[in-house]
T-cell receptor
Framework: QKEVEQNSGPLSVPEGAIASLNCTYSDRGSQSFFWYRQYSGKSPELIMFIYSNGDKEDGRFTAQLNKASQYVSLLIRDSQPSDSATYLCADDKLIFGTGTRLQVFP | EAGVAQSPRYKIIEKRQSVAFWCNPISGHATLYWYQQILGQGPKLLIQFQNNGVVDDSQLPKDRFSAERLKGVDSTLKIQPAKLEDSAVYLC?????????????FGQGTRLTVV
């Protein structure tokens, strides 16, 4: 099975900082990518999806896709303690990475 | 709009017993997914249905796991016999079409404990 890889973390950032979450994928045929957020004990919920090279912004979130490098990232600006969760990257077949746990401390 | 419904929410069984999980997707969603999520890991895709046909079941342990989606709506996932390592949350998700550019919505999951 084609893989989607993430650093499991935890990634700890102070409140107000930028959190940078990264994901690499092995299937060059993948056309689009999804970022899901999963709070502890809850189900994943979609934050953003991206299918074009470059950046896509939505509020405090920016997704970046580089198909040549097979790399996807999610930037969270002005991080809040409520952003503390596990962030899951998935390809267009909904194959998920292991997730990166983000901790935002006050 | 009603979300993805799963039942039961929790299940505790002894190893070698059998168990079944049920999923009712969002109305009109053609694609249905079953995932296994072990604590601390990302969701692992077990099987994907498009209507009542199987798109991908390459990661389904077919010696003990089975799934069906009769009439292209509800789906059941069965484990027989269960092993200790099957302890996990089983998530069902649905989307309008395949995942390429459509959002998948997840149910609350069924937490299975095998003792």
């Amino acid at each position: 099975q084609k893989e989607v890889e993430q650093n499991s973390g935890p990634l700890s950032v102070p409140e107000g900082a930028i959190a940078s979450l990264n994901c690499t994928y092995s299937d060059r045929g993948s056309q689009s990518f999804f970022w899901y957020r999963q709070y502890s004990g809850k189900s994943p919920e979609l934050i953003m999806f991206i299918y074009s090279n470059g950046d896509k912004e939505d509020g405090r979130f920016t997704a970046q896709l580089n198909k040549a490098s097979q790399y996807v990232s999610l930037l969270i600006r002005d991080s809040q303690p409520s952003d503390s969760a596990t962030y899951l990257c998935a390809d267009d077949k909904l194959i998920f990475g292991t997730g990166t746990r983000l901790q935002v401390f006050p | 709009e009603a979300g993805v419904a799963q039942s039961p929410r929790y299940k505790i069984i002894e190893k070698r017993q059998s168990v079944a999980f049920w999923c009712n997707p969002i109305s009109g969603h053609a694609t249905l997914y079953w995932y296994q999520q072990i604590l601390g890991q990302g969701p692992k895709l077990l099987i994907q249905f498009q209507n009542n046909g199987v798109v991908d079941d390459s990661q389904l342990p077919k010696d003990r796991f089975s799934a069906e989606r009769l009439k292209g709506v509800d789906s059941t996932l069965k484990i027989q016999p269960a092993k200790l390592e099957d302890s996990a949350v089983y998530l069902c998700a649905s989307s309008l079409m395949g995942a390429a550019n459509t959002e998948a919505f997840f149910g609350q999951g069924t937490r299975l404990t095998v003792v």
